[in-house]
């Protein structure tokens, strides 16, 4: 009898996206991203979440990096590149994003 019941029990989706919160669309050309004992080099910031973002880059970054993010003349975040490929950069911050400058940010029409 159980062997019936569970022949057809429901399973649940796989989880695809992974992230802790949503990352908000921004479009913010003024960022710069480096590399410990690197030249900063400029990118856009293309999404945000309190935890992460994704930045357009040519620098190639390998996973595991130490990173500092300036946007829009912030001061410096310290980051995770968690990964890199196609001139994007994946980064998860050391801290939490601070709620006015995370919420500045998303406001901001660039």
């Known amino acids: 009898m159980g062997y019936m019941n569970s022949q057809f029990r429901t399973v649940?989706?796989?989880?695809?996206e992974q992230r802790k919160a949503f990352r908000h669309p921004v479009q913010i050309?003024?960022?710069a991203i480096?590399?410990?004992g690197k030249t900063a080099r400029q990118g856009e910031l293309v999404?945000?979440?309190i935890y992460g973002c994704r930045v357009a880059s040519d620098?190639?970054?390998?996973e595991g990096s130490r990173i500092w993010l300036r946007f829009a003349d912030s001061n410096p975040i310290s980051a995770t590149?968690?990964?890199?490929?196609d001139g994007h950069v994946g980064c998860r911050f050391d801290e939490t994003l601070d709620q006015k400058l995370f919420r500045r940010?998303?406001?901001i029409c660039e």
């Open 81 to 85: 590149a968690i990964w890199c490929r």
């Open 47 to 49: 999404d945000l979440s």
């Open 29 to 31: 050309q003024r960022t």
């Open 105 to 107: 940010l998303t406001l």
């Open 34 to 36: 480096r590399q410990h």
């Open 59 to 62: 620098s190639m970054i390998a």
């Open 12 to 16: 649940e989706p796989a989880l695809i």
